[in-house]
């Protein structure tokens, strides 16, 4: 617990001194406070619009301020260092105390919030908001929010590229807090992706020979080569292949046909081969000996007069067998 209340009661400190050099050098434009603990002392930045006003005639201003620091906040040893701002339109709390000024003067929140809107957007920044909050117009408080551009309200890119600057203006009808969020114009936001497009390379002359590459750019040369055949065949033009000379046959040579008819000289003619045809058939098989056929005799046809007669008798003996059995 003992190092926790110490970090406590050092950024208490760290904030009254920030709020009494605010109230100290609100004239010449407060835009910042830096603190560093170093062996030597204690090293107090202060930034703002005009830093003749902070260091004063011979610099009593500056010697005054850094005595009430030693005494008033035991600081050790503090040296103040007085930077100017590079662009005020870009620093956040100056930008709050002119608003709050602008509207202790008299002007409406309305016109004020919107022309240091568009003051700070000017002057290059990627985002801005104002927030305007208090007794506006009557005796109920609201809060009004004027915003353009880029703006960021929670993670990284809003701890690292958002400023925020803090000022209070004292009206009749009571305190009206203004606050200004800008962004830094050098900000890189997380979706910001540049694509860097391949090189170049120059095109070869048509007809030069192409050297093989692992990239497949082969492919595309042939291809392109082919297209513009096409064009051509399309327009009317027909490439001319080139012709081979024709070999003159020499005395007491024998000169082969070349595969298109025509010689090659040096080389012997070969006797043509023929080609063996194919013998189409089933295949050999053994020789079958057929079974040795036996003569089948048939019986005679009776004439249909005796077999009617012999049908005959036995229809009409069942009767008189039906008889005696009664």
């Not at 506006?136 to 004027?146: A, D, M, P, S």
Request: proline residues 9%; contains cysteine.
């Amino acid at each position: 617990m003992a190092s926790e209340r110490k970090f406590v009661t050092e950024n208490i400190r760290r904030t009254l001194l920030k709020e009494y050099l605010m109230s100290r050098v609100g004239r010449a434009g407060f835009g910042g406070l830096d603190v560093q603990r170093t062996p030597m002392g204690t090293r107090v930045t202060l930034i703002c619009e005009r830093p003749g006003l902070v260091i004063g005639r011979r610099g009593e201003a500056i010697k005054s301020l850094t005595r009430a620091i030693e005494e008033d906040f035991n600081f050790n040893n503090p040296q103040i260092e007085v930077q100017e701002v590079d662009n005020p339109n870009l620093n956040a709390q100056i930008m709050a105390e002119k608003l709050a000024n602008a509207l202790e003067r008299g002007w409406h929140f309305r016109r004020a919030g919107h022309s240091t809107v568009r003051r700070i957007m000017d002057n290059g920044a990627r985002g801005c908001q104002v927030i305007i909050s208090g007794k506006l117009t009557g005796q109920r408080h609201r809060t009004e929010k004027f915003k353009e551009g880029h703006i960021k309200y929670c993670g990284e890119a809003k701890l690292n590229f958002m400023h925020q600057g803090f000022c209070a203006a004292k009206l009749k009808p009571g305190i009206i807090g203004v606050t200004v969020q800008i962004m830094d114009p050098n900000a890189r936001l997380p979706d910001e992706i540049d694509i860097i497009p391949p090189a170049a390379e120059p095109t070869p002359a048509p007809g030069a020979p192409v050297a093989p590459t692992a990239d497949g750019k082969v492919d595309e040369q042939k291809a392109a080569e082919a297209l513009e055949e096409l064009k051509k065949a399309a327009a009317g033009e027909t490439p001319e292949k080139p012709r081979k000379p024709r070999a003159r046959k020499k005395d007491g040579e024998a000169v082969p046909a070349g595969p298109q008819g025509a010689a090659v000289p040096g080389e012997e003619k070969k006797p043509a081969r023929k080609r063996k045809k194919k013998e189409t058939g089933a295949p050999a098989t053994e020789a079958i000996t057929p079974a040795p056929t036996q003569a089948m005799t048939s019986p005679e046809p009776k004439p249909l007069a005796e077999a009617t007669e012999k049908k005959e008798p036995e229809k009409k003996a069942e009767p008189a067998e039906e008889k005696k059995e009664a």
